[in-house]
């Protein structure tokens, strides 16, 4: 199970683990944490601004993650600078970007990010360019 944060391009978000996101399918599923117990939520994946996989849910609301590389830690994959229309920033590493495809993996520059990769949906894209 991969615990993640599904932000939607309308401003929703829904938090909780998945087993089941392929970027090549339509639809996946997030269990949620309800008061009642588990519930399971379909998304469909071209309505999200990205899904993010994270260490933890919380995460440090006091932490800005920094959007450059460490010059320390070379990277083997392709540097990347991402704009989504909503203004957020994510500066990373990808080795799936391909223009005409719906999304590709980042994996972000900031090796404390609580957000291990991200999935980003290039709809919900201003910008995309390579560094």
């Not at 071209?46 to 959007?67: C, E, S």
């Amino acid at each position: 199970m991969n615990k993640v944060v599904a932000r939607f391009a309308d401003g929703r978000i829904v938090k909780g683990t998945t087993a089941d996101f392929s970027a090549a399918k339509e639809y996946f599923h997030v269990s949620v944490a309800t008061s009642s117990g588990m519930t399971s939520v379909e998304i469909r994946t071209q309505d999200l601004k990205a899904l993010y996989f994270v260490k933890d849910f919380a995460g440090d609301p006091q932490r800005a993650d920094r959007n450059e590389f460490d010059p320390s830690h070379p990277h083997a994959a392709i540097p990347i600078s991402v704009t989504f229309k909503d203004g957020e920033v994510l500066v990373g590493t990808t080795t799936g970007y391909q223009r005409g495809r719906p999304g590709f993996f980042l994996v972000p520059a900031d090796a404390g990010s609580n957000i291990e990769r991200c999935y980003v949906v290039v709809a919900a894209t201003q910008e995309i360019r390579f560094l």
